[in-house]
């Protein structure tokens, strides 16, 4: 029994006049200590599965169907109590953008040791102790100063340190960041990943890491899936999937990257773009921009095929050409 | 044609038909102003006509009520013996009149102002912003009253009383003109740092045309929602200074003028001359008001979460 | 006064809702009571704090107009009566006291605001 | 590219600029920032010459300034030999038709209320009035076709149309006065990578076709690599490193450009391995003395928090930096 299992979720916006449907059905599973990465562009729905794990979807989004068995319970059927006693404690959450995570008005101390208050009944001396020992594990100067000062005196990659510090506070079993570092600059963007990288594994952790950015996912997770408009297309083993993609839009996505393309070529581009929530197109999503759909791309919906180690939802996986392996260029 | 068609099938309209507070309060406001213009033709007396007013049918009482009351007036008469319902047609009227007038000289003065200060900045930004912030602190009511009352003292009461529409519509625009400035001003620094204005910049267009072309159509939906609320507030204005003496003269009274004249006789047994001004003055604010408020939740970009 | 001010804190509070560290409160769990009032509320103080600031200089304008209609002698009622019989030194005297007034009261809301709202420093003020 | 004689088109002489420090009567004085340090470059015509580095750095303010829309405090810019920043927006019509910008966020680069059409006719209604409505309207479909935009798009507003579809549409407004340069502030990196290679692909379209240079403000390395054939790398509104792209990737000096080609992730499963710099990233409001990346530079001596290093040539590249002159690095 893996630690969290999402079997066949699906998530629905009821927006009056038409009801959205964000998630079509998405299906994954997390071993405890293990990295997933999901990745995807705006609008496939990866940050969706992300917030309704923790049943954190913005009104009037739902969940309409499936389940999210975490420890053996479905979390998707909890009450609001009991839901509550595992987000940020059991399973905890690191947003996009640092500058908005932390509340601008309340100091870091303050932020910290209530996560802790909330979750265990410890004094405030002791709750004080635990987090500066966090901001110290993530590296932060004169944790002790750090306490009352403002998230406005802190530099963007100082202040997703803390919000890392905070998800670590209650050791949860799970953390799923949102697209972390996609604020931040390059160098402090490989600093952000280094940590959590060591931190995930020294504590045994489990990471859910969301982001647009391949390279990073090659770089930090074991697993990934690749999304596109609210389905999984390709999934497995990370670096399987890096060297050998077999799904026809993930291999777009490795191709559009500049670093595999000659100096002043053209990119091999993906045409067309992603397509809106309410006009997804009938049988597999991705046929109006694939270069090898058919007739039968165009009808029915294509299943995840393939072994487990690396699957793939497209039925003309063995008909596409060999994939020349990434930096075969340098 | 389309653009009619699509403004027709489009969200606003779907949220209006849906929305029960602003079906009624707009049909409210239309009956009422329409009732406002037609006065000389629905009213059944004209209460300008001194010839028709004869001061033996001061307070009379409205039909229904069991004091002596005279069919020829629904809802009795007024001290001078004009019929109320033709009066208070005819109040609502000029009520309305200086309620607008005031707004479109506010919104004229404050938006140019808005516009400049908030595009240029700098001094001139900072000039009028603390002009403003006087103003505001002294309240716009403040402001009326002293401007009324000096110019009452020296020009004395009967030039004043032909003046009366011109004066007021006056003093309540240039009083409230700050809600229109700072409104504009915010969203001209909002969209002053958006890329289309240093879009416009690059390609060499002069100031005065990005204000007009570019910035100025994107700050109307702000503008638009509190145009309502300040007729709304005009109108109040309008019916506090009446009621301080300093509004319109007796002879042509807006509602809030009728009201105050009736105030001495409410407890004299005369109810209604107070009264039933007030309840029309204060049907015409809540209309206005609620369909203010929801054109704000309508076209607030930020609340509005398709 | 009041109506007004229900109306901002709860146009107010529906944008803040929304925010990251809205969400951010949510997921780590905490109890509803806490997120509503220490993280949304204190956000909502701040434009309720500047807003009220204004509204005092209204308030003490519709004290003339209260204190007329109630016959009540209070200052409003003074600077009406001087109006009436222009009695310029009173009118005089009468904006200059209402002017003292708004510049403690502002300077009192400016204080406020910096206390509930810590990016702001006051020019001059060590961090 | 193509190889033109070197004439250099824009040149960037000593730019400093400043802003806030004001202490105005009515405004509050806010804090001196010191947003470009004497900044000297010169982009030759044809180039596609990239200016790299990260947030705070000053490469958008010098983007802007460049094009004219905040003028430096101090030093020159030359358009062809002759100075254009300190010129009205009369003078500087002239040039306005010869050099034109793409914005960074597609969602607000498009007026919400102009149509398409509108949008794109504005700037020949301001640059050519004699021009007629047919020749303008002729014009604009010639544009948007040779772009790859679909003219069904004219009478359509910005909010019908996706991030890559927008910024398409910028890119057809900056092409209507045939400009010669231009310059783009991060022009994709609002966009999905599958829509990057899209835009960047018309961008490089529209070089070989029109013989455009372009001045490209990004701080994603690997799209420099591509598309870029010269390369400046700027630090707290310094440059520190400027080269041929070939070099800096294969030979970068300086080591702060080091650190930054360090932290690009790759994709071959290396893991992270990046050079670690020590200390906090400094602002540019309390600039180090000296040179200003000596607060996080494993190589820094006294020399080099006291002197402020010059662009020097160093074999592979030009590089400011002591260490790199001395030999030490």
Partial sequence: MALLEVKDLQVEFPLGRKTLKALHGVSFSLEKGERLGIVGESGAGKSVAAFSILNLLTRPGRISAGEVRFEGRDLSKLSADEMRQIRGNRISMIFQDPMMTLNPVLTIGTQMIECLKAHRDISDKEAKELAIARLRDVMIPSPEKRMDSYPHELSGGMRQRVVIAIALLTDPSIIIADEPTTALDVTIQAEIMSLMLDLCKTNNVGLILITHDLAVVSQVTEKMIVMYAGRIVEQGETQDIINNPKHPYTRGLIKALPQENLPGARLNQIRGSMPSLDAIPVGCAFNPRCDFADENCCKNLPELAGPIAHQAACTKIDTLPEFTAVGARK | MNKMAVFLGSDFVYRFKKDKVALVSFSLVVTLILAALLAPVIAPHNPYDLTTIDIMDSELAPIWTDGDTDERFLLGTDPQGRDLLSTILYGMRISLVIGIFAVMLQAFLGVTIGLLSGYIGGRVDAFFMRLADIQLSLSTLMVAIITLAVFQAAFGAELYSELAIFMLVLVIGIAEWPQYARTVRASVLAEKHKEYVDAARVIGMAPKRIMLRHILPNTLSPILVISTIQVANAIISEAALSFLGLGMPVNKPSLGSLISSGFEFIFSGSWWITVIPSIVLIMLILSINLLGDWLRDVLNPKLYKD | ?127 | MSELAHSPLVEIENVEQRFGGSSGFLSPSQPLVKALNSVSLTINKGDSFCLVGESGCGKSTLARAVIGLNPPTAGHIKYQGNRIDNLSTRERQPYTRKMQMVFQNPYASLNPRMTVAQTLQEPLQIHFPTMSRAEIEAKVEEVMLSVGNDPSWLERYPHEFSGGQRQRISIARALMLDPEFIVADEPISALDVSIQAQVLNVMMEAQESRNLTYLFITHDLSVVEHFGNRVAVMYLGTVCELADTKNLFATPRHPYTQALLSAVPKMDGSGVNHVKMSGEVPTAMDLPSGCVFHTRCPYANDRCKREIPKLKDNGDTQTACFAVEEGRL
């Fill in chain 3, 1 to 127: 006064m009041m109506p007004l001010f229900i109306r901002l804190i709860r146009s107010e509070m529906m944008e803040i809702l929304q925010m990251d560290y809205v969400r951010f409160a949510w997921a780590k769990g905490l109890n509803p009571a806490r997120v509503y009032f220490l993280h949304a509320f204190k956000n909502t103080l701040l434009p309720v704090v500047t807003v009220g600031g204004v509204q005092v200089g209204t308030m003490l304008a519709y004290t003339i107009l209260t204190e007329s209609v109630f016959q009540w002698p209070g200052m409003g009622f003074l600077f009406l009566e001087a109006v009436n019989r222009v009695d310029t030194p009173l009118i005089i005297a009468y904006i200059i006291v209402v002017g003292l007034i708004f510049v403690v009261t502002n300077t009192i809301v400016d204080l406020i605001y910096t206390w509930v709202n810590p990016t702001v420093k006051l020019v001059g003020q060590k961090s």
